[in-house]
């Protein structure tokens, strides 16, 4: 790693403050990750020791997931970026060191074509207006590139001139996608979408296996790092071959399809978002398997089922939002008892919340906590935690 690079651009970015996503920037990559392995010790310390966190060889551009908000100043001039920290107030970006190169400047063209197409911004305290966001996803391995134009209203006279104009700029654009949103709301995304070119969707590629990712879907935005850490939640589940394995809180399936092609028997998938379901059971198509299966429904929902029907499986994946899992899955997972279970955890707080639950409420023990910089200069961290029970302590 270049550490001339680093010292230049470490606290060089003019919104640095106003836009608040870069939380580290005035810290240097290694002290970022001093920091962040600090935090980790901190609050999972207690349960066993840390590994020394993962970090990037290259921690800029990393984001292949962009999105920007659009709005008109007094002066009528058109500016694209985030919202300012805590507010709705846009800050202009063109570039950010953390986002992809081509999807920003994609940002950017969209912002220059809007003008003589006559597309207006929309303005949400007089809720008038078209434009609202604009999402770019762009897949690391094939370098497919999908562009989501969210509206206020669906009426969109000249969407194919200026499809037409965009793709002229950047033939990388394999798909762009009209999304719908004319609520208040701080969802980006709106309920209806329509296809305006392509696919609707982009594939990508990580640990060997391909993924179709929709509009909606979760998808990692790191997809160096993700190749990390899924290649660590694997190595902890040490597959042998013919395991059954849950894999909850499954997105578009990666982990479940990644196990699936190491050798777990059995695959079962659970998640709440419908649009990732449906593209988790064509990625299991796409990498040829049949032994998965996916539902769309709610993982505390789905293990207590599970729990139910006397389900026992042999490894359970978790890898639940910001918000950690709930004690109804919890309490789930305890009755079901898998010898392994593998947490992975955007949120090192609630990941300690739900370490606790189970200490108290089970007869688990953690093994190992493995920290991923998934998210260099902003204050998040990764963590991939392996827990496992005492040989003959079913727990009912
Ligand atoms: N394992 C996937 C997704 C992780 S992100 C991956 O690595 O890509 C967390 C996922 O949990 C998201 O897809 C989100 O839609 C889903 N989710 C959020 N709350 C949920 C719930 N209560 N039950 C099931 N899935 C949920």
């Known amino acids: 790693m270049s550490n001339t690079k680093l010292h230049i651009q470490n606290g060089s970015c003019p919104v640095y403050k106003k836009c608040g996503g870069c939380q580290l920037q005035n810290l240097s990559y290694p002290e970022q990750l001093k920091f962040k392995q600090r935090k980790v010790e901190k609050l999972l310390g207690r349960f066993c020791r840390v590994e020394p966190i993962i970090g990037m060889e290259e921690p800029y551009h990393y984001r292949n997931k962009v999105q920007a908000a659009f709005y008109t100043n007094r002066q009528g001039k058109i500016i694209s970026g985030v919202y300012q920290s805590g507010t709705h107030h846009v800050v202009g970006i063109d570039s950010c060191m953390i986002e992809d190169r081509l999807a920003d400047k994609i940002i950017v063209a969209v912002r220059k074509l809007l003008p003589s197409f006559k597309m207006t911004t929309y303005n949400e305290d007089a809720r008038k207006g078209f434009l609202r966001h604009v ?31 965009i793709r002229a700029q950047f033939p990388q654009i394999t798909t762009v996608v009209q999304s719908i949103n004319p609520h208040a709301t701080n969802l980006v995304l709106g309920d209806r979408q329509s296809v305006l070119y392509g696919k609707g969707y982009i594939e990508d590629e990580l640990c060997g296996c391909r993924f179709r990712i929709s509009p909606k879907s979760f998808y990692q935005i790191n997809p160096v790092q993700t190749e990390v850490l899924y290649g660590k939640a694997i190595e902890f589940a040490g597959l042998r071959g013919s395991e059954t394995v849950l894999d909850t809180y499954c997105g578009i399936g990666t982990i479940g399809i990644i196990a699936a092609k190491h050798g777990a028997g059995r695959v079962i998938g659970a998640e709440l978002n419908g649009d990732a379901v449906r593209d988790a059971i064509v990625n299991a198509k796409l990498n040829g398997l049949k032994n998965i299966r996916f539902y769309k429904t709610d993982a505390g929902d789905f293990m207590r089922e599970a729990a139910r029907e006397s389900e026992r499986p042999d490894v359970v994946f978790m890898d639940p939002p910001r918000a950690g899992s709930s004690e109804v899955f919890l309490d789930a997972l305890t009755l079901m008892s898998p010898k392994t279970v593998v947490y992975v955890s955007c949120n090192p707080e609630t990941l300690a919340r739900d370490l606790d ?37 079913r727990k009912s």
Not at 141 to 165: D, E, R, W, Y
Not at 374 to 387: G, S
């Open 357 to 393: 639950h189970l200490c108290k409420h089970s007869a688990y023990k953690i093994k190992k906590i493995q920290p991923v910089d998934m998210f260099p200069h902003t204050q998040h961290v990764e963590c991939v935690a392996l827990l496992t029970r005492d040989k003959n302590s």
């Open 135 to 165: 999402l770019v996803k762009r897949g690391f391995a094939t370098g497919q590139v999908m562009l989501v134009l969210v509206t206020a209203t669906p009426v969109f006279p000249s969407k194919n001139n200026f499809v037409g104009a």
